[in-house]
């Protein structure tokens, strides 16, 4: 009884026979190491581990440790207990029914079961050894005894004829048990060796499957990333395709509208010289005198010179300032939103922001440069066709606006009397009195009155500033995500004035109110374009660094931002 529950406890739970090379789980059962490592490799497939004894889960493969003391006892158990039905030799002495036989007899060549063996010979001749059905194997071929002893010289097993007769005599001998002991010694040796090899293998092959677990990992969190990134840039460059494509047209309607609203005009004024040329001639064709001369309206007749200028004026202005699209400012449109892109990707902070006017936005009463860079109030009407986005007052907004990221621009106030300089939402009314800027909550600006005051202002909220600026440039300071604007005089050292703070809601465009004999100048905004031209210099350099090279290699984010920069210094050059 006791023998079968150890027989039981050597069972493997899995194919339910004694351990082969028994292995332990952390949870403490044991498995043939083939057993547990099939179970595992079905597992790994489905995602989880967990021992087939007890469901313990495991978060990761679990490493198999070889238990020596359970294969010892193994060992001595299986040794002590041969295992009498799967040795496949019968009694030979049972004629009527098959018995397993439990020895064998080398003297009689006879196996036996356990009643014969009871009843045979005890005499040392009688040589009993583990159950065979190959008894002759056991003997000598030459003096046909038992063999009994080990010659070590030759390494051959003899009988006592061959070590007294035989061609062993002299050798040194052994018997069979102390030959065997020192060779199962020297195969156990081996067999350690072996065992801690093949424990080292498989370190090496867990070792190789994590990292090749975690490589996956890794390009699988790069993948997503790069996909996102570029996703992320795709979207951006449409919004700017969008932008671009729609400033494009809404040029095109309304030089359309303007030309055909001049063609209109022109007709009615051809129609009318027409008549009169017809009434001229109507009385050169008259014979009589006094009726020529009776004739009340000649000189409404004669009178063609009256409005000729003005509209001249205006056919010239349109044809050499304004008949053509604005390439230049679609240009700089589209480098400014390629550079938003490579800046809000880098999450750097760019250098002076290059700020262009929009003559859309400019009322009648301010002359914007050629270089769109500075605005002059004029007494004289700019004759621009009056549209739902141009201010009534002399105001103008930039053409770019600013959904993200920090930038800063600077201005040349000179020496103005009355002006204003700032940021506001697009959506800022553009007639009326809440259009003036600094007077609504969609404006942060920085100006002087002509009461010779110098004063912040945000919703109608004059904040007068003391003393007076000390030079003649202010800087301006857009942080869009933490939701500041920050003014600055830009003496020696540089003079903060005053920060706003608040939540954006919309994009933010440059504004500048310029009062009667004033003008304000924009100044730098090239340092972008050089940095693009330069490939990676400036404030880029240090926002690139951690990404230039890995192991030897480009990273993805570095081929995508050269790829914005080529693309930038061409706009670059071709607005240069």
Known sequence: MASGNLRAELECSVCLNTYTDPVTLRCGHNFCRDCIGRVLDTQERSGGYSCPECREEFQERPALHRNITLRNIEENFLSAQPDQEESGVLCTQCYHTPVPAVKSCLLCEASLCDNHL????????????????????????VHKKILEYYCAEDSACICVSCCLIGGHKGHKMESLDEASEKKKKNLRNVLQKLMTEREETERRVQSLEEHRRKVQGEAAGETERVIALLRDLRRRLEDLEKRVLSEISGQAERTSLYVTDMIRELEIKKDELSRKMRHIEELCNMTDPLTVLQESDTGDLCDTEDGDDEDRERHDRLLHDGGDLDVAGITHTLHTGISDIMSGQTRGVSGVTDILLDVNTASNNLHISHDRKTATWSDKSQNRPETPERFGCS????SQSFSSGRHYWEVDVGGSQDWRVGM???????RGYQSEIGYNKQFWGLGRWLDDQYSVIHGSNRIRLPGKLSSNRVRIDLDYEAGRISFYDLCDPIRHL???TTTFTEPLHAAVCV???SYIKISGGNQRGHAARDGFSGGYCSA?????VFDGKMSPYIVVHRALFNISAMLSQTTA
């Open 118 to 141: 009871r009843v045979h010979s005890k005499s040392p001749e009688h040589v009993l050894c583990d159950p065979t059905t190959s008894l002759e194997n056991r003997k000598c071929s």
């Open 395 to 398: 105001q103008v907004l930039s």
């Open 424 to 430: 506001c939402y697009p959506s800022i009314w553009r």
């Open 498 to 500: 005053r920060t706003f």
């Open 515 to 517: 009062g009667i004999g």
């Open 544 to 548: 690139f660094c951690r990404y230039i």
